[in-house]
């Protein structure tokens, strides 16, 4: 099977290892939606056929069930064709949020049908009729499982080859239509050989419930990157690391990645480097940091510059304090820009606080007992040093990469 897949890209696709392109990542998420649909019409009128010809609800609900897959391959083939647009004076930032909203409509396609076929097989339940079994509905049915299996694996490989959600969530629907058929295939047999004619109607039931819980779990999937999710760790600690991997850079934060689409995220942070250091030369330093996300991971990038005193003692030693303290409260809070301000009677020690979100919930007592341990820890060694902190909301967790 996976030779077929191969063979597939090759024929149809030029480069089409080369994902990071957005011609090729179009014409691959293109060809699987057009396989996808070719497939389930195919899938359709040979379960309808055999369903109508042998009054099989249970068949027919997973006909209907193939033709709403081709229903969402068609959304999906339009998502990827709208979201492939080039950039224009209303939509800075692409089109490519347009994959997402088709993966919503898709999922909400889902729901309806789920709903349909739960009314048709209820009926079938209260007022059973017989099915008229035939080993030509049991062929139709494996071959059904087969080809589903196939496609499962087929729009799995295409979708992680492209960085796609919308193929890994049909790749998962293909996932569920084997296991949705397997049941059917099951009733069928069964109410051949016991002649329970509500078995019919009760698995054309459960294919329908199943097939609501699975369109359930799509319409949080794809409503989560329309709202703003979180960005994935993995790519948070990667953007951290390769940043820390510059000679002048002792520190990231402030990260923000916002989401336009697949392929399409713009990121931005500060660096904190050495204040004493040339300026012209970590100005460039930058520039080749920035560059080199965009060269090599696709992202484009906008950097902040801070700088940071490294040639104090004393600013050293409250800023390894601080931090510890703020560890020990909370390993996700980060500690940042931290700078001081001798005076004749104290010294104000001014620092930014980045927590999470639930620190500013029920009137941000979290955040006031966190401001009150940082204050604690230190007074009790310099006593006439007042800490000046901003707390702010972090956007994405940095406590997982290495470095500060």
């Not at 990667?238 to 392929?263: C, F, R, T, W």
């Amino acid at each position: 099977m996976f030779i077929v897949t191969k063979f597939l890209l090759r024929c149809f696709v030029k480069n089409y290892e080369n994902a990071a392109d957005k011609a090729v990542r179009s014409a691959c998420g293109n060809l699987a939606c057009i396989v996808g649909i070719a497939c389930n019409v195919l899938l359709f009128a040979g379960k309808f056929m055999v369903g109508m010809l042998f009054g099989s609800v249970a068949i027919t609900a997973d006909a209907v069930n193939n033709l709403s897959d081709a229903s969402s391959n068609v959304v999906s083939l339009v998502g990827f064709k709208l979201g492939s647009k080039p950039a224009d004076k209303e939509h800075p930032y692409g089109h490519a949020r347009y994959e997402y909203l088709a993966g919503l409509a898709v999922s909400v396609m889902i729901l309806v049908i789920g709903i349909e076929l739960g009314k048709e097989s209820i009926g079938k339940i209260i007022a059973p009729t017989a099915v008229e079994f035939s080993w030509l509905s049991a062929a139709v049915l494996v071959a059904s499982i087969l080809v589903k299996l196939w496609m499962s694996g087929f729009n799995r490989y295409v979708g992680k080859l492209i960085h796609s959600d919308t193929l890994l969530a049909t790749a998962a629907d293909s996932r569920n239509d084997v296991i949705s058929t397997s049941a059917v295939l099951v009733a069928s047999l069964a109410a051949h050989f016991t002649h329970i004619d509500r078995l019919d109607g009760i698995m054309g039931l459960a294919v329908a419930l199943f097939i609501l819980y699975s369109g359930i779990g799509l319409v949080r999937d794809t409503l989560d990157p329309i709202l703003g999710a979180a960005p994935d760790p993995e790519q948070v600690a990667y953007i951290k690391e390769k940043a820390l991997s510059y000679p002048n850079v002792l520190g990231v934060h402030d990260m923000m990645i916002h989401d336009y689409g697949p392929g399409n995220r713009l990121v931005s942070f500060h660096l904190e480097m050495p204040a004493e250091g040339d300026v012209i030369a970590m100005h460039d330093e930058i520039d080749c940091i920035e560059k080199d996300f965009f060269t090599n991971d696709g992202l484009t990038v906008t950097i902040h510059f801070d700088p940071v005193v490294t040639g104090d003692p004393h600013v050293t030693e409250l800023r390894e304090l601080v931090e510890a303290a703020a560890h020990q409260a909370d390993p996700e809070v980060n500690i940042h820009d931290l700078r001081i301000v001798p005076g004749p009677t104290h010294t104000n020690v001014i620092f930014d606080c980045a927590v999470p979100p639930r620190y500013f919930e029920k009137d941000g007592a979290a955040g006031r007992e966190l401001l009150n341990k940082l204050r604690d820890a230190v007074r009790q060694k310099w006593p006439d040093h007042f800490c000046v902190i901003q707390l702010e909301q972090a956007y994405a967790d940095l406590s997982e990469a290495s470095g500060h």
